[in-house]
């Protein structure tokens, strides 16, 4: 038996409006009329609508007082005073008048869904110089998560990630759509809204008329997509402002892409160090040159911080052509030792 939420009404109008309503929190519930079905769900399903004809005999049936009950009233009886003293008598937690409250209630519904699946791993991903290729890593990442996965773009000016995913002309929101969020999202919506690479849902910058990302915006998006479970890549930019930071502080890994030629790793000092002062773990990964540079291990020196894997120069990568990196086996060198760091404590993190 599903442990669904549990809706008690007799009136069949008001049924339909909150079927509606759940089936836009693409949440399914059991709808009883206070039968004896009925009884041994009171206790057990994550949350119960009372519909507002049933006020008056649920406290005759005797079932135990418990949370998570929610009153459903329908706005022609939003005003009657034996609603709300109906509510008071059976410790209801809140009153929602359909149909004003169906979005409250939507999310409500929503929430039990997110709260079912365990919260996402967030790793961010900066490059230390310009072109270090932090964009290319984050997609691979992205593309080597076991299960479900989510890209964000933060870098309002780096020409939109779905360009790079071979998702340009794919319906679904970008940033300019999203960036007067403020607020609570539903995960589940936010990830059916946006377009997808296979397992991986990306939200990406317009590569036209692009737009500023607010602090109040990412933090909603960013905190969605890690409600959602399964794995979640932020791509951040250079500039290290208010989305880099606020991305480093939910993060379990910060990644930063650091060249192994002395130019580039003074470039990427500043980088490694304003995302060591938000992140709780940061790791570098090399990236090797068409020369002989630095040694991975003088690179950790350097920076004061582990080097977690070596990417080998390639011609792919210098093009930016993450489809042909997506079928060679050299990326795996790159892409599982990173990913392997989330399952492991914070004090195990090693020079590789």
Do not use: K, Y
């Amino acid at each position: 038996m599903r442990n669904l939420p549990l809706v008690l009404t007799t009136d069949d109008l008001l049924l339909d409006e909150i079927l509606r309503v759940a089936a836009v929190a693409g949440t399914d519930v059991f709808a009883s009329d206070l039968g004896t079905d009925s009884a041994s769900r009171w206790t057990t399903s994550p949350l119960v609508l009372v519909g507002d004809d049933a006020l008056e005999r649920l406290p005759l049936l005797g079932w135990p007082r418990r949370s998570g009950v929610l009153v459903v009233a329908s706005e022609r009886r939003s005003d009657d005073a034996r609603v709300w003293r109906g509510a008071v008598t059976i410790g209801a937690e809140h009153v929602v008048v359909l149909p004003e409250g169906e979005r409250w209630l939507a999310d409500r519904l929503a929430d039990l869904q997110e709260a079912a699946a365990s919260p996402a791993h967030l790793v961010t991903v900066s490059p230390g110089r310009g072109g270090a290729g932090a964009s290319t890593l984050a997609i691979l990442l992205a593309r080597a998560a076991r299960g479900e996965a989510v890209l964000i773009d933060l870098d309002p000016l780096g020409g939109g990630l779905d360009a790079r995913t071979d998702l340009r002309d794919a319906a679904g929101l970008r940033w300019p759509d999203l960036a007067a969020v403020t607020g609570r999202l539903s995960a589940s919506a936010l990830r059916g809204a946006l377009p997808r690479d296979g397992h991986v849902a990306v939200v990406s910058a317009a590569d036209i008329d692009p737009v500023p990302l607010s602090a109040e915006a990412c933090f909603s998006v960013v905190d969605a997509a890690i409600r959602g479970g399964g794995l979640v890549v932020a791509d951040t930019p250079r500039d290290m402002g208010p989305a880099s930071r606020l991305a480093w502080a939910r993060s379990d890994l910060a990644v930063v892409v650091v060249p192994d030629d002395p130019p580039g790793i003074l470039a990427s000092r500043a980088m490694v160090r304003a995302a060591s002062d938000s992140a709780a773990r940061i790791a570098v990964v090399v990236r090797r040159g068409q020369r002989p540079g630095l040694h991975p291990d003088d690179v950790a020196d350097e920076l004061g911080v582990p080097v977690v894997s070596t990417w080998r120069h390639d011609r792919a990568l210098a093009r930016g052509d993450t489809a042909d990196l997506l079928h060679a086996r050299a990326h795996r060198s790159i892409t599982v030792p990173v990913l392997a760091l989330l399952d492991r404590p914070a004090s195990e993190s090693r020079v590789a």
